[in-house]
């Protein structure tokens, strides 16, 4: 069974800086294409950063230059780097394969307020 479990969110000040991992079992990770996803209150979840299994990145316009995602295949982990953050930034960050599969972990809450 897929099993995602995300860290590193918090409240932080707009500029700062936040550094995400993601856990994944259940899935061979080394070929999988892996994503972040973020859902803002009254909004759908958007997908903001993907890798794939060649370390190819694609990320949303509006974190390019500021986001940055990296994987860790000998600990089936991914990351994200979120540099100069901005309070539109607000929102729960979940990782998930590409494209999603059907289970979501509990995801990790990002603040960006002063």
């Known amino acids: 069974q897929v099993q995602l479990v995300e860290s590193g969110g918090g409240l932080v000040q707009p500029g700062g800086s936040l550094r995400l991992s993601c856990a994944a079992s259940g899935i061979i990770f080394s070929i999988s294409t892996m994503a972040w996803y973020r859902q803002a209150p009254r909004k759908q979840r958007e997908l903001v950063a993907r890798?794939?299994?060649?370390?190819?990145?694609n990320y949303a316009p509006s974190v390019k230059g500021r986001f940055t995602i990296s994987r860790d295949n000998a600990n089936n982990t991914v990351h994200l780097q979120m540099n100069s953050l901005k309070p539109e930034d607000t929102a729960v960050y979940y990782c998930n394969t590409f494209p999603s599969g059907s289970n979501w972990g509990q995801g990790t809450q990002v603040t960006v307020s002063s």
């Open positions: 890798i794939f299994s060649d370390s190819t990145t």
